[in-house]
T-cell receptor
Framework: AQTVTQSQPEMSVQEAETVTLSCTYDTSENNYYLFWYKQPPSRQMILVIR??????QNATENRFSVNFQKAAKSFSLKISDSQLGDTAMYFC????????????FGGGTRLMVKP | DAGVIQSPRHEVTEMGQEVTLRCKPISGHDYLFWYRQTMMRGLELLIYFNNNVPIDDSGMPEDRFSAKMPNASFSTLKIQPSEPRDSAVYFC????????????????FGPGTRLTVT
């Protein structure tokens, strides 16, 4: 079974600065996907970014980028130019697309962006 | 598309009562997932369907929980009888792994149903 670990329960960052959220996972699979989801106070789960394990290039989406280290089984999220609207819970998630496409979530990191 | 639709958004019920949560997935999506979120256990998968067929229900807590998907546009999660420990936010999500729906693999979540059992 896969496990996903987010070692930072809470983090804070000043507005306009950069913050990195950590995520590690454990799997014996070679073909999988990784995701970061954002959950603001509205509780809506919003997809932030995805990474296919077979791609060496790190995914980027505007101010969001990942550092995917396959050998280390690490998948960190970097938020540049942090904005107040980035305040939310962030969940790292793993999908083994050879085993049903279900997501395994980490415990989440609560990010507070301070003005 | 309106996205994944869930109803009700909030449900308060008394212990022992039957609760039915509803979900309409995104049109064309062939996978549907039910998740539960609690402070203690985080986000956990309860059950998922592929083309309306239940594939894995190993996450369903116990026989009090049941889920159905009678057609491609509707699913229900039923708890009978409900207990206070069932209080949680229940999410429905859908995704597409077919040519017709567009291969994407991302799961799109509904707004969730906050269930409180007193």
């Amino acid at each position: 079974a896969q496990t996903v670990t987010q070692s930072q329960p809470e983090m804070s960052v000043q507005e306009a600065e950069t913050v990195t959220l950590s995520c590690t996972y454990d799997t014996s699979e070679n073909n999988y996907y990784l995701f970061w989801y954002k959950q603001p106070p509205s509780r809506q789960m919003i997809l932030v970014i995805r990474q296919e394990a077979y791609k060496q290039q790190n995914a980027t989406e505007n101010r969001f980028s990942v550092n995917f280290q396959k050998a280390a089984k690490s998948f960190s999220l970097k938020i540049s130019d942090s904005q107040l609207g980035d305040t939310a819970m962030y969940f790292c998630a793993f999908m083994n697309n050879n085993a049903g496409n279900m997501l395994t979530f980490g415990g989440g990191t609560r990010l507070m962006v301070k003005p | 598309d309106a996205g994944v639709i869930q109803s009700p958004r909030h449900e308060v019920t008394e212990m022992g009562q039957e609760v039915t949560l509803r979900c309409k997935p995104i049109s064309g999506h062939d996978y549907l997932f039910w998740y539960r979120q609690t402070m203690m256990r985080g986000l956990e998968l309860l059950i998922y369907f592929n083309n309306n067929v239940p594939i894995d229900d190993s996450g369903m807590p116990e026989d009090r929980f049941s889920a159905k998907m009678p057609n491609a546009s509707f699913s229900t999660l039923k708890i009978q009888p409900s207990e206070p420990r069932d209080s949680a936010v229940y999410f429905c999500a859908s995704s597409s792994h077919s040519l017709a729906g567009g291969y994407s693999y991302e799961q799109y979540f509904g707004p969730g149903t906050r269930l409180t059992v007193t």
